[in-house]
């Protein structure tokens, strides 16, 4: 299995759990973007025989969106027997979430999506996959019985009867997210573009990015800072009413003018 070196990690876990072989691909970096690497990813599936690669899009935790196109295209360049594991946890905080094709089967790739980040429901853990009738067939026989409950169901059934409702959440968040990345730019952080419901910021080193996390969390105030060494220069910030709130993240800009 390959994925991008600092994805999001829970995948990794089960991955390792079940015993597979997962080889990690560097992000391509430059100022101002940091995105999983596709070429790198298609490059290491052909390489090693991979069977599966995986692909948060937008990716956890640089918030980078890679084009439908350029997803499509990484999919031809795996081999026939590689799947391509599709993440769109935050799919909904795309500006095109809406549009009829933003659905669409994809051959070789299984779309995963889930009514915990838009839709508020983390704590109910139910989501969907979109993938091909033959592909669905498999999952279906290996699924957990009864992994989602009946109350989950419910609040997810709720939800979709009154789309209106999330796309008004979805307009609130993305107006924090720019407030909050117009904020901290203006304290002359790097702020990476964002298509999810948080924002990155990067840091100079990962020793300041873990200085920061710590003196956050010893005021009580709750951000993330990727484990995976390769990462470890990053802090992510959801955009929630808090984040506004004068005060609460002047850690992070005394960091910056430090």
Same mark, same amino acid.
């Given at each position: 299995?390959?994925? +991008?070196?600092?994805? *999001?990690?829970?995948?990794? *876990?089960? /991955?390792? #759990?079940?015993?597979?072989?997962?080889?990690? /691909?560097?992000? =391509? +970096? !430059?100022t101002g973007h940091l995105a999983p690497d596709l070429g790198a990813l298609a490059a290491a599936a052909v390489r090693e025989g991979a069977r599966v690669v995986y692909l948060a899009n937008p990716d956890n935790p640089s918030g980078h969106l890679h084009r439908d196109a350029d997803v499509l295209a990484l999919r031809d360049a795996l081999p026939d027997d590689c799947t391509l594991v599709l993440d769109e946890a935050y799919h909904d905080f795309r500006d095109d979430a809406w549009a009829p094709a933003a659905s669409a089967v994809w051959p070789g790739v299984i779309r995963l999506r889930t009514f915990s980040k838009a839709h508020g429901l983390a704590g109910l853990r139910v989501g969907y996959a979109i993938a091909p009738p033959e592909t669905l067939a498999v999952l279906m026989k290996v699924r957990i019985h009864y992994a989602v409950s009946s109350l989950a169901l419910a609040a997810a059934e709720t939800l979709l009867a009154d789309p209106e409702e999330t796309?008004?959440? /979805?307009?609130?968040?993305?107006?924090?997210?720019?407030? &909050?990345? #117009?904020?901290? !730019? $203006?304290?002359? $952080?790097?702020? @990476?573009p964002s298509a999810t419901n948080f924002v990155a910021v990067r840091l100079d080193s990962a020793e300041r990015a873990a200085a920061v996390h710590r003196r956050l969390l010893d005021?009580?105030? &709750?951000?993330?800072?990727? !484990?995976?060494?390769? &990462?470890?220069?990053? @802090?992510?910030?959801?955009?929630?009413?808090? =984040? @506004?709130?004068?005060?609460? @993240?002047?850690? /992070? =800009?005394?960091?910056?003018? =430090?």
């Open positions: 299995m390959i994925t +991008s070196a600092g994805t *999001y990690p829970t995948w990794s *876990y089960f /991955v390792r #759990g079940h015993g597979c072989r997962e080889i990690e /691909v560097d992000y =391509a +970096s !430059a796309r008004e959440h /979805v307009a609130a968040v993305i107006q924090r997210r720019e407030a &909050l990345a #117009g904020w901290l !730019a $203006a304290q002359g $952080a790097e702020v @990476l005021e009580g105030t &709750l951000i993330h800072r990727p !484990a995976h060494p390769a &990462l470890g220069h990053l @802090l992510r910030i959801s955009a929630l009413d808090d =984040a @506004l709130v004068p005060g609460r @993240l002047d850690a /992070v =800009a005394e960091a910056l003018n =430090a």
